[in-house]
């Protein structure tokens, strides 16, 4: 056994140093910051939805680590600053594959420019792109984007729940490869939002997944990116179908209609999904703490929210999926009344003729004798939340055809 191993690890550091290889020194252009929009050309291999996430702190460094959904060329990176009360300057952003914990896969990590500029000033409430780096990206790599912020102070924005171990160091250790600088681990993602690539195919397309906790990734296993999202992605690769890009929106107690556990999907639609290049397709999977909180949202309130969502994804020239609503009976706030509006919802959906395509995740999470409660198999124990195979069963039941729809 030992021989083998020393084989496979032979082969998998042969095949980082392939990888590495493929990158390429960034041209230096002139002007001012990257705007956000959407590049052209490109699609979207991961994002998160921002957030407030405390307070950015002088002189600090973040390694982020991310995994892409599909491979490419001339990666670029958004950055945001949405929840900022003052600009946000980073005068180092740089790219590469993550080797193993903070460490990279030498020679594979170069500096981002904006501009031509090394250094970025993002305005308040602003995202930018950075420029593209030339070289190929494989799909499913762990991607390392490393960032320095000299005097960042007030509301910091990011991704709380990242299910990814990332790493904070003091000073700019941006430029080194190993992990030596980087003293402390992170379960968020800062400042970063998105990645994009540029696809050897350019009919190559993504869907963006605009969701709760359920599709955040809560309850799977961290950092083996297990989250439903993540397995579709693995589907796709290998599907007969242009979208291979996933953009995971998922944003933990998030609300089809409310704001005050963050930004409510009706009010996040334009940064979270209608800004991501090569967008083809929205799947909306969203709904369950509306109903859950006794906020009073009734099954119409409900529909009318999808409704708008849906306008205005169409309207935009997206196909847009609706999940019906899985079963929640036995979690704390759960009643009939809320299982009322859950049934009525879910029949909208099912039959409503809103959507240009229904996954059913309710039939395939329902217990086969219990159907308000989950599945025993998949339930981790709050009866709300999944485990690794309901993760698993949610993205077997979408039909990679269905995210393909001709608008």
């Excluded at 992990?179 to 009919?203: C, E, H, K, M, Q």
Aim: charged share 20%; with cysteine.
């Amino acid at each position: 056994m030992t021989g083998r191993s020393g084989r496979v690890r032979r082969l998998a550091a042969a095949v980082l140093v392939t990888l590495a290889c493929q990158w390429a020194p960034v041209r230096a252009v002139t002007g001012p910051p990257a705007p956000a929009g959407r590049p052209p050309g490109q699609v979207v291999t991961w994002a998160a939805s921002a957030d407030r996430l405390g307070e950015g702190a002088a002189g600090r460094s973040y390694r982020l680590i991310v995994h892409t959904s599909v491979a490419g060329s001339d990666l670029r990176v958004r950055l945001s600053n949405a929840f900022g009360d003052r600009p946000l300057t980073l005068d180092g952003v740089r790219a590469g594959l993550r080797r193993a914990g903070a460490a990279l896969v030498p020679g594979s990590d170069r500096p981002l420019t904006f501009r031509g500029s090394r250094a970025v000033t993002v305005p308040t409430g602003a995202a930018v792109w950075s420029d593209p780096l030339p070289g190929r990206v494989p799909a499913g790599a762990d991607l390392a984007v490393s960032l320095h912020t000299p005097d960042a102070a007030g509301p910091a924005t990011g991704h709380a729940l990242a299910m990814q171990t990332s790493y904070v160091g003091q000073g700019d250790h941006t430029a080194e490869t190993s992990g030596a600088g980087w003293t402390r681990p992170t379960g968020s993602w800062w400042y970063l939002d998105a990645v994009s690539v540029r696809p050897a195919d350019p009919a190559t397309r993504a869907v963006v997944v605009l969701g709760d906790s359920l599709t955040d990734g809560w309850q799977s296993t961290p950092g083996r990116d297990r989250r439903w999202p993540d397995y579709l992605a693995r589907r796709l690769h290998a599907a007969p179908t242009a979208v291979r890009g996933v953009a995971n929106e998922g944003m933990s107690g998030d609300k089809v209609l409310g704001d005050d556990a963050g930004t409510g999907a009706v009010h996040r639609l334009q940064r979270d999904v209608l800004s991501q290049p090569g967008a083809r397709t929205l799947l909306l999977f969203e709904g369950v703490n509306d109903l859950k909180a006794h906020t009073g949202v009734t099954a119409a309130d409900l529909i009318a929210g999808y409704r708008a969502i849906v306008r205005r994804a169409q309207a935009a020239g997206l196909c847009v999926v609706g999940a019906t609503i899985g079963p929640f009976e036995g979690w704390s706030e759960w009643d009939p009344a809320a299982e009322a509006v859950r049934q009525e919802v879910n029949r909208f959906i099912r039959t409503g003729g809103a959507f240009d395509a229904v996954v059913d995740f309710d039939r395939v999470l329902r217990g086969p004798h219990e159907p308000t409660r989950l599945r025993s198999a998949f339930d981790n124990g709050d009866h709300l939340h999944l485990d690794d195979a309901g993760m698993r069963a949610l993205a077997g039941a979408v039909d990679p055809r269905t995210l393909d729809c001709a608008r």
